[in-house]
């Protein structure tokens, strides 16, 4: 079964809005990690918050972290029609090196 | 680098043939994964490997799967016989810590059809 949950499924939002998704898992974890996957592509990953942050920032990125809900979210500030693509959040479950990725959320930018 | 490369990139066989997916990692990553994505089963996790040893096949759906890492350059998994179910895309990610503290990097992934 998928660690993680992505909220909501699909995202269709005007460029230059900002995009939020959100995503929920079931264990304890490490560490959370957040992919993107162009249609077509393989994924990439875009950042990585440890269990102990609660906020980190890359570029246009923002993610948030409360281990104590189990969840995760993912802004994108002034979307651009390029960030158009499927957003996955991974996670590994007690020890190893198991990354399991959650069910994604499809993102548009419109012009 | 050239990155994770997978060949190939698209195979239309027929039900009870053998596939054949390819993987070359990038250089000096010593962890190597493959997934499997389908719209009803998302991405799923097949089997790892760490300097070239197998560490968690519990992901591998049935003795038909079978995958393999010679060197620390080339990985195979193999289908045999394939049936219509396995259609999906495999991709092979490899990294250079295991994917719970590093990055990981996906190739394009290899689209399967079996007809």
């Known amino acids: 079964s998928q660690q993680g949950e992505e909220d909501p499924q699909a995202l269709s939002i005007q460029e230059g809005e900002n995009a939020t998704m959100n995503c929920s898992y079931k264990t304890s974890i490490n560490n959370l990690q957040w992919y993107r996957q162009n249609s077509g592509r393989g994924l990439v990953h875009l950042i990585l918050i440890r269990s102990n942050e609660r906020e980190k920032h890359s570029g246009r990125l923002r993610v948030t972290l409360d281990t104590s809900k189990k969840s995760s979210s993912l802004l994108i500030t002034a979307s651009r029609a390029a960030d158009t693509a499927s957003y996955f959040c991974?996670?590994?479950?007690?020890?190893?090196?198991?990354?399991?990725f959650g069910t994604g959320t499809q993102l548009k930018v419109e012009l | 680098d050239a990155g994770v490369i997978q060949s190939p990139r698209h195979e239309v066989t027929e039900m009870g043939q053998e596939v054949t997916l390819r993987c070359k990692p990038i250089?000096?990553?010593?962890?190597l994964f493959w997934y499997r994505q389908t719209m009803m089963r998302g991405l799923e996790l097949l089997i790892y490997?760490?300097?070239?040893?197998?560490?968690?096949d519990s992901g591998m759906p049935e003795d038909r799967f079978s995958a393999k890492m010679p060197n620390a350059s080339f990985s195979t998994l193999k289908i045999q016989p394939s049936e219509p179910r396995d259609s999906a895309v495999y991709f092979c990610a490899s990294s250079i810590q295991g994917g719970g503290t590093g990055e990981l990097f996906f190739g394009e992934g290899s689209r399967l059809t079996v007809l």
């Open positions: 490997f760490n300097n070239n040893v197998p560490i968690d």
């Open positions: 991974a996670t590994r479950m007690g020890g190893g090196n198991k990354l399991t």
């Open positions: 250089s000096g990553h010593d962890y």
